[in-house]
């Protein structure tokens, strides 16, 4: 999945980057709640919880666009889709890529 240089113009890129900051907003509060500072002692657990919920609701939503018939054909694309967006997060924070996991 090779894209070019973000375009704010372009329709895809503006989406994108409207859903990574709606994003970034509920993972900033989810951090200020109750319930993530109740496991502040358990560090792992908490981020497990925390990807877990992220990553189930965001299934949701790519299901949702979906035939359920198509649901095997948004798994993939959300498996091969991971590791680009966690560059680009990594990007973002001035860090290089990663290489992918084998």
Request: hydrophobic letters at 45%; proline letters at 8%.
């Given at each position: 999945?090779?894209?070019k240089?973000f375009d704010?113009?372009n329709?895809f890129?503006?989406l994108a980057?409207?859903s990574?900051?709606r994003?970034?907003?509920i993972?900033?509060?989810?951090?200020?709640?109750?319930?993530?500072r109740a496991?502040?002692?358990t560090?792992?657990?908490q981020?497990?919880a925390?990807?877990s919920g992220?990553?189930?609701?965001l299934?949701g939503v790519?299901?949702?666009?979906?035939?359920?018939?198509?649901?095997?054909q948004?798994q993939?694309?959300?498996?091969?889709?991971?590791?680009i967006a966690?560059?680009q997060?990594?990007e973002?924070?001035g860090?290089?890529?990663?290489?992918p996991?084998?």
């Amino acid at each position: 999945m090779n894209r070019k240089a973000f375009d704010p113009s372009n329709p895809f890129d503006a989406l994108a980057d409207l859903s990574r900051l709606r994003v970034a907003d509920i993972g900033i509060s989810l951090c200020k709640s109750d319930e993530y500072r109740a496991m502040r002692k358990t560090p792992d657990e908490q981020a497990v919880a925390l990807i877990s919920g992220l990553m189930t609701g965001l299934a949701g939503v790519a299901m949702a666009h979906a035939d359920p018939e198509s649901h095997r054909q948004v798994q993939a694309l959300l498996l091969q889709v991971v590791p680009i967006a966690f560059n680009q997060a990594r990007e973002i924070l001035g860090l290089p890529p990663l290489e992918p996991l084998q």
